[in-house]
């Protein structure tokens, strides 16, 4: 069981806009820690997607969005493309935890 | 440019231990700390635990204590992560993974790991 919590699987049509959720509590996300996002391709590791809540690392196209209130996050994905499909996901810290980062379980999204 | 480089994959047999590297190069090795991160065979990302590569300081998430090494030789830009006591439960995909502190994003990643462990 994740720390975070995201829904198993989203889905949306080519160019249409898409959702992911992250949802945790009051010693990770709502304690004030940056949530950050990862793309996982098929068969490769994970790459940094979205950084300190809302932050695109260069070279990640503006289609990619995140922000953060209170316990939650979201990541937003426009213009869906076939290449998005992938999983995704969450990353957190947890104070209640030993020194650690915290994942949500993953997304995947299907590009229909 | 930073990149890690992870050694190759293992097959170990359960109660063995497998010991992983990650060389890093492309920045200054003890600027950044290092985690460790799993994915077992469908699964998603767990993460293991941290070292510091500056002084070597370590921790481990609660899971893995007791069972889970970081060491690091700063005389080549190498981290290890040694696990003992193998279950198949621990056939994954481990990945070393750069971060500035516990708490920040993790911007440069290994190419995994795949150890598997089978009788």
Redesign the interface.
């Known amino acids: 069981q994740?720390v975070l919590t995201q829904p198993p699987s989203v889905s949306g049509a080519p160019g249409q806009r898409v959702t992911i959720s992250c949802t945790g509590s009051s010693s990770n996300i709502g304690a004030g820690?940056?949530v950050?996002w990862?793309q996982q391709l098929p068969g490769t590791?994970?790459?940094?997607l979205i950084?300190?809540n809302s932050n695109r690392?260069s070279g990640v196209p503006d289609r990619f969005s995140g922000s953060k209130s209170g316990t939650s996050a979201s990541l937003a994905i426009s213009g869906l493309q076939a290449e998005d499909e992938a999983d995704y996901?969450c990353?957190?810290?947890d104070s209640s935890?030993?020194?650690?980062?915290?994942?949500?379980?993953?997304t995947k999204l299907t590009v229909l | 440019q930073v990149q890690l480089v992870q050694s190759g994959a293992e097959v170990k047999k359960p109660g063995a231990s497998v010991k992983v590297s990650c060389k890093a190069s492309g920045y200054t090795f003890t600027s950044y700390y290092m985690?460790w991160?799993r994915q077992a065979p469908g699964q998603?990302?767990?993460?293991m635990?941290?070292i510091n590569p500056s002084g070597g300081s370590t921790?481990?998430?609660?899971k893995f204590?007791g069972r889970v090494t970081m060491t690091r030789d700063t005389s080549t830009s190498t981290v290890y992560m040694e696990l003992s006591s193998l279950r198949s439960e621990d056939t994954a995909v481990y990945?070393c993974?750069r971060?500035r502190s516990?708490?920040?994003?993790?911007?440069y990643?290994?190419?995994?790991t795949l150890v598997t462990v089978s009788s």
Do not use: C, M
């Open positions: 994740s820690y940056d950050h990862y590791a994970p790459k940094l950084y300190g690392p996901y990353q957190s810290y935890l030993s020194g650690s980062g915290v994942f949500g379980g993953g | 985690h991160v998603g990302l767990e993460w635990g941290i921790s481990y998430a609660q204590q990945y993974a971060g516990s708490s920040s994003w993790w911007d990643w290994g190419q995994g």
